[in-house]
C-alpha cells in the first residue's frame, strides 16, 4: 500500500491470532526495518527473537517475575515525571477507549490490572522482539532505536501483519536482561509483540485519534 494509506491504517494490535509467520516473512520484515536512519549510522540497536517455545518460556517467566514483584520497576531509562494537561487527556482518552472495547468499567481495578499484565503475556503474540540500545549512546540512541521501531511496525503492516509497541516490557529491565543475559552495556527499551491480528477480537476494533495540525505544527516566520 503507498505510504498515507499505511499511516492511516496503522494501529496497535491487543489480540493475534496463534499460528506463527512464515520464517521468510519474519526475515523480510526485519530487513526492512535494517534500513532505519541513525545518528552517524550508529545503528544502536540490536534486537531479541522470541517465538515458539523460546517465547512461551519468556512470557511465562516474566510475567511470573512482574506478578511477584508488581512495583518492582527497573526502568533502564528514565520514566515520565507525570502527564499534564493535553498529554494527560489524550492519555486517559486511549485508556478509556481500550477499556470500553473490552466491556471493562472504569471502576474495575482488577479487570485494568490484568489487561495491564497481558503486556506480558504478549498478547499471545506468535512472536516478539526484545529491542535494546547501546547503552553509552544514551538518548540519541534510543531515539534511533525509536525510528527502528517505527519502521519495523510499518514494514509489518504492509504486509498484513499486526504489531504493538510494548513499552511495559522496559519498565521491568532488570527481568528482561537476567531472563535474556544481557551484558550491562546493552539497554532495554521495548518489545514488538507481531502476528496475525484476531480481526474479530473486540480489543481490536478501536483506533485512537491525532491531534490537529494547528496543535503540533508551529510556522516559524522570519523576524
Not at 91 to 100: D, K, P, T
Request: glycine share 8%; net charge negative; proline share 5%.
Amino acid at each position: 500500500m503507498d505510504f498515507g494509506t499505511l499511516m492511516e491504517q496503522r494501529w496497535s494490535c491487543r489480540a493475534f491470532r496463534p499460528e506463527p509467520l512464515e520464517d521468510e516473512l519474519v526475515t523480510e520484515i526485519l530487513t526492512v526495518a535494517q534500513r532505519t536512519p541513525s545518528w552517524c549510522n550508529t545503528q544502536p540497536w540490536q534486537v531479541h527473537l522470541l517465538g515458539g517455545d523460546a517465547l512461551e518460556w519468556f512470557r511465562k517467566e516474566l510475567r511470573a517475575r512482574v506478578e511477584a514483584e508488581p512495583f518492582g520497576v527497573s526502568s533502564d531509562v528514565p520514566l515520565p515525571g507525570g502527564y499534564l494537561g493535553v498529554y494527560d487527556d489524550r492519555r486517559r482518552a486511549a485508556g478509556y477507549a481500550l477499556y470500553e472495547s473490552l466491556g471493562i468499567e472504569r471502576g474495575d481495578k482488577a479487570a485494568r490490572a490484568e489487561q495491564m499484565l497481558r503486556n506480558y503475556d504478549f498478547f499471545d503474540a506468535p512472536h516478539a522482539v526484545i529491542v535494546t540500545s547501546d547503552r553509552i549512546q544514551g538518548t540519541y540512541g534510543a531515539l534511533d532505536c525509536g525510528a527502528y521501531v517505527t519502521n519495523l511496525m510499518n514494514a509489518a503492516l504492509d504486509r498484513g501483519v499486526g504489531t504493538i509497541a510494548q513499552g511495559a516490557i522496559g519498565i521491568h529491565s532488570g527481568a528482561v536482561r537476567r531472563l535474556l543475559g544481557l551484558p550491562e552495556d546493552r539497554i532495554v527499551l521495548c518489545a514488538v509483540a507481531f502476528g496475525r491480528p484476531a480481526e474479530d477480537h473486540p480489543v481490536n476494533t478501536f483506533r485512537t485519534d491525532r491531534a490537529a495540525l494547528d496543535d503540533v505544527v508551529h510556522v516559524v516566520e522570519r523576524p
